[in-house]
């Protein structure tokens, strides 16, 4: 795999970034997978979106942030404290959750105290937790209020053509994405949960075509030899965000593979299409809020459950792990539903809780992980 | 869960307890202290809520009939529907369903229990429930949950947008005991063309999965006597909001809680309005007196409580502040933000507030749809707290209006949404003047910190900043 | 056949000698900085109790946290595994067992095999592990073992907060200065402990018969504390230190290895 995919997983201000930059390009910073890319990209803006991986500590999130707070928006907090997004041009934050909500005030008060760190366009962009006929349509209001706010900050014109022709592209994306977790699923998959992350990440960081034209090369690129993934303890993994590969690299060690996944920064965040013709905001909107990965969506448990099963049958998981960020009691408490539900089915559940930011619980959760296993592998000698 | 607390069905315990102690003031003083001896653990609370006279029995009544609803409703052929404390229950009783609101049910357990609501809380992480959620659904519902409560029929809640880990509670309610679920969705913005057409379609469709599942279409006549109470009973509290901005405050502290807790049971009901027709009469007698509703009459300082009181356990909390001569003017919870509230004349928030049309069941149901959205919480936590008509605005505005001296933030652990930018909150709060002392204690749990350390950090905190006069 | 299963925690380090189907050296030593250090130290203890060399041992199983890094164990496997092995060897009759050791806690349930069926973990915090106790055993004055016989002797158990060991501490020196009996503060810190342990218990579900391992296993207080809240009796573990289950049990898979081995 081109180390250029992992440059893109670890590094934040990656090469393309810069390029994008030093042309003169504006890049705008999101915190939501709700938010409509699409929209970014009619603009001619890079969307970007927003990590708080390379944290080595985390002071300016605490100061700022209470203690009771989930890492990942103290994370973002504390990257943009240091300086590290000053290559934005402009900032999204989205009610996806309360503490990621909170952002909001926290950076624009901590903009106060350290001087050039809050984006010269910062948005508050809400999404609604349902999905129906007003709720779409009021939703569809909010995008038209983003697109006004974008185009009178940045000087652009967003245009219904602009539009759709961002949405072809972002559906050849979703196209080749779709290719990808099919890929996942076979019996000896090509890439490994770590690597499928570092490629899926990279789409977050770079402009959608370019990315199309590697991820549709690489997915043409026949594998070097046969990756000795048979007989690996097939896992999926879900649960709250995660955009660091070396968790899934823990995950999946040298016995197991992660073959399917539900986390934000997933590939679940980028598959269904949106309809190309019609009117193009509206097309996004219905598209954007129907989906239901997230438990934001309140009252769509069965939903996502079902979403969880097909997986399973489809990527023929052996074991599902569920990690949740502590303070995280939207995946957290739906992880305690998944694991009732799934274990009566007799699919082997490990629920697990970690911070956010630098790897460092390593011996506690690979104890946990090996444990669960050993179980799956126990289980296996049992029915064979 | 101890075998002990799976005996009895916990709703029809709080009723028991509630009812005895309402009657406990019919006797003679002598019965009357003979009995709180047999109730060691209830007693504190009895004789705390039955000091300030007829409010105090009062109250208890209300308690008592609100269990009595809860666990006869079957036998009565009335549904029941879980909510949450700010989700109005005028809607609902416009359709004759029961309300049972977690978060007043747990604090009634952490007044009643006592070991407060603990195991019930550890019940809910059992089945799957983090153990960071918030402590104030969990309480009542891991009774639910277990099995130890009545029968529930629907699970609607108010708080997307304006509280997750509320909100998810609910969701994981109606998810795990597999019942109809609806939630009123609120955008960030309180004042805008573009909410109040939210607000009013979305409750709309309350209306409609209310019609579904009660199999009863919205009586009009029935929803105007319900909102013509609830005028009533605004008119009242506007008055006890503008009493309680004399010096000294002639409301008992217990008043606040008995005021908002009338309001989250029992709004647009007669049980509501008794009460606070008997508080009224107390609060303008005490003022006409100049008198303090403190039990030792002197007034050394007032506080304003900016998000929630802290209910574990018993009521710690109003003795302390009775005891120490801080009279309490209001919280979060205690401002409902109707049209003939003082402050939204004197603050000039007609557009932030709510009024009440009865002309059609159009104008009616907007009304409804209106007043919900300014519940607590609804009204102020939805957008970011420097927002206008947020959180900040709000608190700022009324600790200045009621002549308050400090301001005290108690919340629970579970907080998402406070914790988030509390202390951006009390930076913001200390500039303006008012000393601002943070709790760290859960106000349902006392195993987090304990009410002797919550209590000595609130007296270190008036010590060195000097509050009491 | 001469096989050994070395436990390496955070606090302890065990050790057990293992020979024709009976533990014939055994070893709990404190543990050091570097876990191979304090593998080879308290298997030269267990070693030297069996009156053998570490030439002798067939086969080794190495568990706990620092097991990947013990040089001398042919097979490193989890804790969870072991301790329900180990606990399966010492109750035959055992289907849910709790472990409390010094840094995390953990619940599991066995199949008939002695294989884990269902596990839960809880660390994330203090106040649910040995080091709780120690803690408080330390703000009380007392012998940690001291704590179980004195919770017995309590007339009114106080509330301590179970979320922060910290902020316990702080409860436990205000009832200290406030003249609680010490009873009633050993009373509340066990039940404290227990509360955790049981709603740890109950997510997995509780099938009997139950026992306890981990050093804490011995604090009687918090052993009829777990009772009374899930109401179902634990067996107790008699012929051997609970303390040394896990490594019992990485001595059981050795045994079987070596077997397989040879056949």
Same mark, same amino acid.
């Given at each position: 795999m081109s180390p250029d995919w992992m440059e893109a997983a670890v590094v934040l201000e990656n090469r393309f970034v810069k390029r994008w930059k030093a042309a003169g390009k504006k890049v705008v910073g999101y915190t939501c997978s709700y938010l409509p890319d699409e929209v970014f990209h009619a603009a001619g803006i890079l969307p970007y979106r927003l990590r708080g991986y390379g944290t080595e500590e985390c002071t300016i999130g605490d100061t700022y942030f209470g203690p009771f707070i989930c890492s990942l928006p103290k994370c973002m907090l504390q990257l943009a404290g240091e300086g590290r997004f000053r290559f934005l041009d402009g900032a999204i934050i989205t009610p996806g959750c309360d503490s990621m909500r909170r952002l909001d005030e926290c950076w624009r008060k901590a903009g106060d105290d350290h001087p050039g760190i809050v984006p010269g366009f910062f948005?508050?962009?809400?999404?609604?937790?349902?999905?129906?006929?007003?709720?779409?349509?009021?939703?569809?209001d909010e995008i038209r209020r983003l697109i006004a706010a974008v185009e009178a900050h940045f000087e652009v014109a967003i245009s219904a053509d602009r539009l759709r022709d961002a949405i072809r592209v972002y559906n050849r994306g979703r196209e080749l994405l779709r290719e990808l977790e099919r890929l996942r699923t076979l019996p000896e998959p090509p890439i490994t949960g770590t690597d499928a992350l570092a490629v899926v990440l990279a789409g977050t960081a770079m402009a959608r075509d370019v990315y199309n034209d590697r991820l549709a090369a690489f997915l043409a690129e026949p594998s070097p030899e046969p990756p000795a993934h048979r007989g690996r303890i097939r896992l999926m993994l879900v649960g709250s965000a995660n955009d660091d590969v070396e968790l899934v690299r823990l995950v999946e060690g040298d016995r197991a593979l992660v073959v399917a996944d539900?986390?934000?920064?997933?590939?679940?965040?980028?598959?269904?299409?949106?309809?190309?013709?019609?009117?193009?905001?509206?097309?996004?909107?219905?598209?954007?809020?129907?989906?239901?990965?997230?438990?934001?969506?309140?009252?769509?448990?069965?939903?996502?459950?079902?979403?969880?099963r097909a997986k399973i049958r489809s990527a023929r998981v052996d074991g599902v792990v569920m990690q949740n960020i502590r303070f995280c009691d939207l995946h957290g408490a739906e992880n305690g539903l998944f694991e009732r539900d799934l274990e009566a089915e007799g699919v082997p559940c490990l629920r697990v809780e970690r911070e956010y930011g630098a790897l460092v619980e390593k011996g506690r959760l690979k104890m946990r992980v090996d444990a669960f296993l050993e179980r799956i592998a126990h289980r296996r000698e049992v029915c064979a | 869960m101890r075998q002990a607390t799976r005996e009895y069905h916990f709703d029809r315990m709080l009723w028991s307890a509630f009812d005895t102690a309402a009657k406990l003031s019919r006797g003679s003083e002598k019965e009357y202290r003979t009995t709180l001896k047999y109730i060691p653990y209830f007693r504190g609370v009895v004789d705390a809520l039955l000091q300030p006279g007829e409010p105090g029995r009062e109250f208890l009544r209300v308690c008592a009939r609100y269990f009595e609803n809860v666990v006869t409703a079957r036998e009565r052929g009335r549904k029941t529907a879980i909510t949450t404390f700010c989700f109005s229950p005028t809607i609902l009783y416009a359709f004759d369903v029961v309300p049972v609101c977690l978060e007043v049910i747990s604090a009634m357990m952490c007044l009643a229990y006592r070991r407060g609501t603990g195991e019930f809380l550890d019940y809910c992480n059992e089945v799957g429930f983090t153990e960071t959620s918030c402590s104030s659904q969990r309480g009542a519902l891991g009774g639910f949950l277990a099995g130890l409560g009545s029968e529930i029929d629907l699970v609607l809640t108010d708080t997307p947008g304006v509280c997750d880990t509320n909100a998810n509670a609910f969701a994981f309610a109606?998810?795990?005991?597999?019942?109809?679920?609806?939630?009123?969705?609120?955008p960030p913005v309180l004042v805008d063309g573009r909410s109040d057409t939210y607000h009013r379609e979305d409750y709309r469709a309350l209306i409609r999965f209310l019609e579904e599942h009660t199999g009863k279409q919205l009586d009009v006549d029935r929803l105007r006597a319900v909102l013509t109470e609830v005028q009533a009973q605004d008119? $009242?509290?506007? %008055? &006890?909001?503008?009493?309680?901005?004399?010096?000294?405050?002639?409301?008992?502290?217990?008043?606040?809680?008995?005021?908002?807790?009338?309001?989250?049971?029992?709004?647009?009901?007669?049980e509501c309005t008794h009460l606070l027709e008997s508080m009224v009469r107390m609060a303008r007698r005490n003022a006409e007196l100049g008198r303090s509703g403190l039990a030792s009459g002197t007034e050394n300082a007032r506080a304003f409580f900016c998000y929630i009181d802290h209910?574990?356990?018993?009521?710690?909390?109003?003795? $302390?502040?009775? %005891? &120490?001569?801080?009279?309490?003017?209001g919280n979060i919870l205690s401002r409902h933000w109707g049209a003939t509230a003082p402050y939204v004349r004197e603050l000039g928030k007609q557009d932030a507030a709510y009024s009440i049309d009865t002309t059609g069941l159009d104008t009616m149901i907007d009304s409804i749809a209106a007043l919900n959205s300014r519940m607590p919480m609804v009204k102020s936590i939805r957008g970011p707290y420097d927002a206008p008509n947020m959180w900040l605005e709000d608190t700022l505005a009324l600790a200045k209006m009621y002549a308050a001296d400090f301001i005290v933030y108690n919340g629970t652990p579970g907080c998402r949404n406070t914790w988030g930018m509390v202390k951006l909150f009390a930076r913001d709060t200390e500039k303006a003047g008012f000393p601002t002392h943070i709790m760290n204690g859960d106000a349902f749990d006392e195993r987090v910190q304990s009410w002797e350390a919550t209590r000595e950090r609130f007296e270190e905190f008036i010590r060195v900043r000097r509050i009491l006069r | 056949m001469i096989v050994a299963g070395c436990d390496v925690g955070s606090l302890t380090s065990k050790a057990v000698v293992w020979r024709d189907g009976s533990i014939v050296g055994q070893a709990v030593t404190k543990s050091r900085a570097k876990p191979w250090e304090s593998a080879e130290a308290v298997m030269q203890t267990a070693l030297a109790a069996a009156g053998l060399g570490m030439g002798d041992v067939e086969y080794c199983v190495g568990t706990g946290y620092g097991r990947e890094k013990i040089p001398f164990v042919q097979e490193a496997v989890s804790e969870i595994a072991c301790h329900g092995r180990g606990a399966r060897w010492l109750v035959p009759s055992v289907r849910t067992v709790i472990d409390i050791g010094g840094q995390d806690c953990k619940a599991m349930r066995l199949d008939n095999g002695g294989n884990v069926e269902k596990f839960v973990a809880n660390d994330k915090c203090a106040s649910g592990t040995g080091r709780f106790l120690e803690v408080m055993a330390k703000v009380l004055g007392v012998e940690l073992a001291a704590l179980g016989e004195l919770s017995v002797r309590a007339r009114h158990p106080v509330t301590l907060a179970n979320a922060c060991t910290v902020w316990a501490q702080a409860d436990v020196i205000k009832y200290l200065s406030d003249g609680v009996p010490v009873e009633d503060i050993a009373a509340g810190i066990n039940n404290a402990m227990a509360a955790r342990m049981a709603t740890l218990v109950n997510h997995i579900g509780v099938e009997p018969d139950i026992c306890m391992t981990g050093g804490v296993a011995k604090n009687s207080g918090v052993l009829s504390s777990i009772e009374k809240l899930l109401a179902v009796r634990l067996?107790?573990?008699?012929?051997a230190d609970p303390q040394i289950v896990g490594a019992i049990g990485a001595a059981l898979i050795a045994a079987e290895r070596a077997g397989a081995g040879r056949s």
């Open positions: 948005f508050h962009f809400a999404v609604p937790h349902k999905f129906s006929d007003y709720t779409v349509h009021w939703f569809a539900n986390l934000c920064f997933s590939a679940r965040c980028h598959l269904d299409p949106v309809p190309e013709d019609g009117d193009p905001v509206e097309a996004l909107a219905q598209s954007y809020l129907r989906k239901n990965e997230c438990p934001r969506m309140y009252g769509q448990y069965q939903g996502r459950l079902e979403l969880l | 109606a998810a795990y005991l597999h019942k109809p679920f609806f939630q009123l969705d609120y008119e $009242m509290i506007a %008055e &006890l909001d503008e009493l309680a901005r004399c010096v000294p405050n002639p409301l008992p502290v217990s008043f606040n809680l008995m005021l908002y807790a009338g309001r989250f049971l029992f709004a647009g009901m007669p209910y574990a356990q018993d009521l710690r909390l109003w003795q $302390m502040l009775d %005891e &120490l001569g801080i009279g309490y003017v | 067996k107790r573990i008699r012929r």
